[in-house]
């Protein structure tokens, strides 16, 4: 099961609107949906993200755009903890 926090779900949000004012929104539903679509195979593959820079998480580089989702495992639950550009600067902790 894939839980997304309050923070992630906004990032997401956010990235949609910042893309479709800055390209459109048919490039901003692509990037939302690639993202979205790289996040739901977690539920097979929960290791398939890299070692996180935070402790304890993992981040999982989404193809063909420039984001980052962080999460972490918990028992038989992923948790997605944030949406990073590459260029954004990390937090210490979530």
């Known amino acids: 099961m894939i839980e997304w926090s309050k923070q992630a779900a906004r990032q997401l949000d956010q990235a949609y609107d910042y893309i479709a004012l800055s390209n459109s929104e048919s490039i901003a539903k692509q990037v939302i949906s690639q993202i979205i679509k790289s996040v739901e195979r977690l539920a097979a593959f929960p290791m398939s993200g890299k070692v ?20 972490t495992k918990q028992k038989n639950q992923i948790v997605i903890l944030a949406i990073y550009h590459g260029a954004q600067q990390w937090p210490d902790a979530f």
Request: net charge neutral; hydrophobic share 40%; no cysteine.
């Open 52 to 71: 996180g820079r935070v402790s304890g998480t993992r981040e999982l580089v989404i193809p063909d755009t420039p984001f980052v989702v962080v999460y």
